[in-house]
């Protein structure tokens, strides 16, 4: 009856061992290769993430970094190391955000040493998706190991729960993937994106409610990760302003990286709301986006953040919504925005991204710190001085704004440590390519809703 | 008042409890096949199959990597994934658990070293794959009404093949001979062996059919999502609980444990704000584990 089940010998047990011995190694190199967290990379290396190819000082992009930021040299940092931290999602849920922002951040490492900037030395740490003890230790890795003078950061929770290191270890710190409220008005940290759902929300509601004057009843939907105060303060008191009857039908938060939706929708139906305003980021706007459609919701959706990683969940669906969010345009004429997205797209075969583009953004912000440091005598390795320079001129270059032979400006708001950049309503075509239909021209939870804040549709 | 806090009104809502019953018998449904796919492991082997989750990840990639570089149409690439799903739960078995068995290893022995294979696997499958959603097929399932409930032709797919599994596994065990011999060997592996049962057959084959069920269920996923590495982390915990919700060590408990932690977690919305009912999950097992530690079906230890 038990014929299958016959004892077998035990030959091949030495084999066997061979394979598992084998089998351990490879587990380990791919636990060591992916965590990212552990290691610093060598001079004018990096660690984590995608390689990128050195560049050359007769490539375009980096001679259009010299059009703008003036010759290499000593005077240009040249000879200078900086050793910049990155603290990024390479691993979880987020970590497609790891992935392009560290990808931005190297390639403007290596064409800045390539146009005689400074040899930035990147190390990488791994918040695993937000985990703020991770991120923690992340941070005092990268601040007594690798000697960081520089940091990059990401996500909210976690970069708030990272301030007291930074601002004791005088690490001049730049935030261009998650800026919240508790991350503004902090020392040493400055925010390189507009708030994630304060800011662009006063022009979504206003244009959600131009376009759709039938819709009063609102569903707010998002998360807590960073977009709490617009959840609970800004959008309930913005919408009725903005839409005469305009009420709340419901609010609900969702835990971060979620796929089932039902609870949430189940609400939204019982609700009878007529619009919904979006807060998700990372894949769960293209997950709750899918759901609605499927549940046979046909309202209007506005998000407050559009990447084409979510998109690809279901671009269909997407393709019904609208996203009000600052958008990197990799059309753009701007001559430093042109020459990053041909650079990125030669070297990562992909579109870059609003991601990409700050923490790209953020190394030149750097350099031209570096430059106006040294110009003064200061020492470029200081976090102190770098912020002091930052203080005293908060204007950069920059790939966002600017026009075929001029690139955009950023000013940072010195007393904030926020930045402005242009937003858009953006409509998202069947194949998750966004285009701007609307200009967002007054942001922040001051910003009057009534008044100007989006332009005529285009 | 707390605007996450749904009112009274809206509690009572018998529209809203309707749709929140289907979404939960869904949902309930898939914790049930996880649950199960986990127990089938579990109550034959005594190895508490960490890396089992594996299983999920990989017949997804691997149904992906099918259909896309072997241009196999997608329920013939979604075979393949599955095929693979069973193979890496035989791998993992036949590589690393028998020889630690062999070697005395301890239960917490084995235990690290699923856990190690739970990071290194989805690790290993990011450096290859990276990041980013990758989708298997773009199907649009049909939306149907009934009333003011609505759920998908996807979601009738999935509550009719998950239950039509769970009960061919129940099947299999109390009528098959390869059941019985797993019971046996559940029962008292020494005995087992003593009658010309070979154990180790045993742990293949119960690590194929709960690798298999758990491979199907990353496809039945896949059909309505898009894969990434970490897409296990959330179904490999689902699958833990409903295990022990339903009584460790009971297949058809598990089942139904898996069923009732969908319901609760789904119904709950009635009462809390969604991001609270993930605790509900924790806190039902809580709860229940105070009150009958061996669950809803599981034996009192003698």
Request: aromatic share 8%.
């Amino acid at each position: 009856m038990f014929k299958q089940f016959t004892t077998r010998g035990t030959e091949g047990a030495q084999g066997l061992r061979r394979t598992i011995v084998a089998g351990g190694l490879a587990f380990a190199c791919a636990s060591g290769l992916a965590a990212c967290g552990g290691d610093s990379g060598g001079s004018g290396g990096s660690s984590g993430g995608s390689e990128v190819k050195a560049a050359a000082a007769s490539d375009p992009a980096v001679k259009a970094l010299n059009d703008v930021f003036g010759p290499g040299g000593k005077e240009a940092g040249e000879g200078v190391t900086i050793n910049n931290g990155m603290l990024l999602a390479m691993t979880g849920q987020g970590a497609y955000f790891g992935r392009v922002m560290s990808q931005g951040a190297k390639l403007a490492a290596s064409q800045v040493k390539a146009a005689g900037g400074p040899d930035f030395k990147i190390s990488i740490g791994d918040h695993e998706d937000g985990a703020i003890q991770a991120g923690v230790a992340a941070t005092r890795r990268m601040i007594s190991q690798d000697k960081i003078t520089t940091l990059q950061t990401s996500y909210g929770a976690v970069s708030e729960a990272i301030i007291p290191q930074i601002q004791q270890a005088k690490v001049l710190t730049f935030q261009g993937g998650g800026p919240s409220p508790g991350q503004v008005e902090k020392d040493f940290l400055w925010n390189n994106r507009m708030l994630f759902g304060d800011a662009p929300a006063p022009g979504a509601l206003t244009w959600l409610a131009k376009e759709h004057p039938d819709a009063k009843r609102l569903a707010i939907v998002g998360t807590s990760e960073n977009a709490t105060n617009a959840i609970k303060t800004l959008v309930p008191s913005v919408w009725p302003k903005v839409q005469d009857g305009g009420t709340i039908a419901t609010t609900q938060i969702h835990d971060v990286g979620v796929t089932d939706f039902g609870s949430v929708i189940a609400k939204i139906k019982a609700s009878k709301a007529d619009a919904i305003w979006n807060a998700s980021f990372g894949n769960d706007p293209g997950y709750f986006v899918k759901a609605v459609r499927q549940a046979g919701i046909d309202i209007p959706i506005i998000l407050s953040e559009f990447t084409s990683d979510a998109c690809k969940v279901d671009p269909k669906a997407m393709s019904s919504v609208h996203a009000a969010a600052d958008y990197f345009d990799p059309n753009s004429e701007n001559p430093l925005a042109r020459s990053f997205t041909e650079a990125y797209r030669a070297a990562y075969k992909s579109d870059p991204d609003f991601y990409a583009a700050n923490y790209y953004e953020q190394i030149l912000i750097v350099w031209e710190l570096v430059k106006r440091v040294i110009a003064e005598g200061g020492d470029p390795q200081d976090g102190a001085a770098l912020q002091a320079a930052l203080i005293k001129d908060p204007k950069f270059p920059s790939l966002y704004g600017g026009d075929r032979s001029t690139p955009g400006e950023i000013v940072f708001d010195p007393t904030l440590h926020t930045v402005t950049k242009p937003m858009n309503v953006l409509e998202i075509s069947g194949d998750c390519v966004p285009s701007p239909v609307a200009d967002i021209t007054a942001v922040g939870p001051d910003a009057d809703p009534k008044t100007a804040l989006v332009s005529a549709s285009r | 008042m707390d605007a996450t806090i749904i009112s009274p009104v809206a509690a009572a809502s018998f529209e809203l409890f309707r749709q929140l019953a289907v979404d939960g018998v869904v949902l309930g449904t898939v914790y049930a096949l996880l649950g199960v796919s986990f127990t089938v492991i579990y109550s034959t082997t005594g190895i508490f199959h960490f890396a089992h989750g594996v299983a999920y990840v990989v017949a997804a990639y691997v149904a992906i990597l099918a259909a896309d570089t072997l241009g196999l149409p997608w329920i013939a690439a979604a075979v393949v994934g599955i095929a693979a799903a069973a193979a890496i739960g035989i791998l993992v078995e036949v590589g690393a658990y028998r020889p630690m068995r062999r070697a005395g290893a301890t239960a917490l022995g084995v235990f690290i070293t699923a856990l190690g294979i739970s990071i290194a696997v989805p690790n290993l499958i990011q450096i290859l794959f990276g990041p980013n959603n990758k989708t298997f097929v773009e199907l649009s399932p049909a939306t149907i009404e009934l009333g003011t409930v609505t759920f998908t032709t996807l979601d009738i797919a999935r509550v009719v093949i998950s239950w039509v599994l769970i009960a061919a596994v129940l099947f299999a065990l109390r009528r098959t001979k390869w059941g019985l011999a797993t019971a046996a060997v559940r029962m008292n592996r020494n005995m087992a062996a003593a009658v010309g049962i070979d154990p180790d057959r045993v742990h293949v084959l119960v690590f194929g059919v709960g690798s298999t069920l758990m491979g199907i269920a990353g496809i039945l996923f896949l059909l309505n999502g898009n894969a990434t590495p970490t897409m296990a982390a959330s179904p490999m915990l689902i699958a833990f609980i409903a295990a022990f919700l339903g009584g460790i060590g009971s297949i058809g408990g598990a089942a139904v444990g898996g069923l009732a932690l969908g319901l609760v977690t789904s119904l709950s919305g009635l009462w809390v704000a969604s991001d609270y009912q993930p605790v509900i999950a924790f806190a039902a097992l809580f709860v229940l584990l105070v009150i009958r530690p061996q669950g809803m079906f599981g034996r009192r230890a003698a």
